[in-house]
């Protein structure tokens, strides 16, 4: 019987620094008031999926859902301007 060794190195890297740059946090953020509302839009959702929704359940869903739209038009907004310096 013959012995079958690998040829190469270790296919895994070596252990990365996994953690966040202070860019990276930075973004995440800036993103926090959208990652809310999606969570709170979510969870709307969730509270529907196993009963009829009544009226109130569907004012929290579409509330939730103008919450998540005025975010990412936040968010896109605030991008856009720190992409041209401010000058419209």
Known sequence: MQI???LQ???TAEP???EPTA???DAIEQEMPLIRAEVELLDAQIMTIDR?????D???V????????AARRDLTNRAGA???GGVA
């Open 4 to 6: 079958i060794a690998a």
């Open 9 to 11: 190195g270790l296919v």
């Open 16 to 18: 990365l620094d996994i």
């Open 23 to 25: 860019a990276e946090l």
């Open 52 to 56: 009829p929704a009544n009226e109130l």
């Open 58 to 60: 569907t004012r929290r």
């Open 62 to 69: 579409r509330r939730a859902r103008n919450r998540v739209l």
């Open 82 to 84: 720190e992409q041209t």
